[in-house]
C-alpha cells in the first residue's frame, strides 16, 4: 500500500526554525515527485512546490520561493519541508501529497495526515 | 497563474439529489483537471483525474466531465457521506493551483 505519513504538530516562536517530515512507503521513491501543499486556517488549498527525490530538483511557487526550503533524503525514503525563520502568518496545516502522473497528466495522491504548524510568540 | 474558478461556493442538497460542481479555468488548460474531496479535519482525497477518470475505489456516483476551460463535478444519487469540501486543480503547468472550494452540505 502505499503511504505517506508526516510528523507531528508544532508549536514554536516566531523567528524560530522549522522542519516538518514526510515519510513514504510502498512503492519507489526515486520514481514520483513530491508535493507540499498549505492550508491556512479556514480556507483552500495553496501548493507550496514540489521535489524530485531522483535528483532534488525543486519547483517552488513564487508565493513561497525564498521562505520555505523543499529537501529529500533517500536514504530514509522521506521528504521536508523547513523554515530558517517562523513568522506567525505561517500558522497553517501543511500536507505532503506524492505527484502521480500518466504522461504529462499529474495528481496528488495520496496525501499525508497533516501537520499542524502553530507559531505564536 | 492560470486562475482556477468554482461554482457554487456553496450548497445544500437532499439524500438521493443529483449535485454538479462547476470549476473554470482563466485559461484552456486540455483535460488537465482534477477533483479532490475533504472532509472537516481531514486531508483531502483525490477522487477523479484528467477531468473523467475515476480513481481506484471512488463510488461510481461521482463522475467527472469537461475539457479547455469548463469543468464539471457530478454526484448522482447523494449519500450522507458526501458532506464535504470539493477542489479543483490544474495540472497543466508546474504551479498548480485550487479552485476555492465547494462546501456542500446535506439537508
Known amino acids: 500500500e502505499v503511504q505517506v505519513v508526516q510528523s507531528g504538530a508544532e508549536v514554536k516562536k516566531p523567528g524560530e526554525s522549522l522542519m516538518i517530515s514526510c515519510k513514504t512507503s510502498?512503492?519507489?521513491?526515486?520514481?514520483?515527485?513530491i508535493t507540499w501543499l498549505r492550508q491556512m486556517p479556514g480556507r483552500g488549498l495553496e501548493w507550496i512546490g514540489t521535489?524530485?527525490?531522483?535528483?532534488?530538483?525543486?519547483k517552488y511557487s513564487p508565493s513561497f520561493q525564498g521562505h520555505v526550503t523543499i529537501s529529500v533524503d533517500k536514504s530514509v525514503i522521506t521528504a521536508y519541508l523547513q523554515w530558517s525563520s517562523l513568522k506567525a502568518s505561517d500558522t497553517a496545516m501543511y500536507y505532503c501529497?506524492?505527484?502521480?502522473?500518466?504522461?504529462?497528466?499529474?495528481?496528488?495522491?495520496?496525501w499525508g495526515q497533516g501537520t499542524l504548524v502553530t507559531v505564536s510568540s | 497563474d492560470i486562475q482556477m474558478t468554482q461554482s457554487p461556493s456553496s450548497l445544500s442538497a437532499s439524500v438521493g439529489d443529483r449535485v454538479t460542481i462547476t470549476c473554470r479555468a482563466s485559461q484552456n488548460i486540455d483535460n488537465y483537471l482534477n477533483w479532490y474531496q475533504q472532509k472537516p479535519g481531514k486531508a483531502p482525497n483525490l477522487l477523479i483525474y484528467a477531468a473523467l477518470h475515476l480513481r481506484t475505489g471512488v463510488p461510481s456516483r461521482f463522475s467527472g466531465s469537461g475539457s479547455g476551460t469548463d469543468f464539471t463535478l457530478t454526484i448522482s444519487g447523494l449519500q450522507p457521506e458526501d458532506s464535504a469540501t470539493y477542489y479543483c486543480q490544474h495540472s497543466y503547468t508546474t504551479l498548480y493551483t485550487f479552485g476555492q472550494g465547494t462546501k456542500l452540505e446535506i439537508k
Open positions: 521535489i524530485d527525490p531522483k535528483d532534488s530538483e525543486t
Open positions: 501529497a506524492r505527484l502521480d502522473y500518466s504522461g504529462s497528466l499529474g495528481w496528488l495522491d495520496p
Open positions: 510502498g512503492y519507489s521513491f526515486t520514481t514520483y515527485w
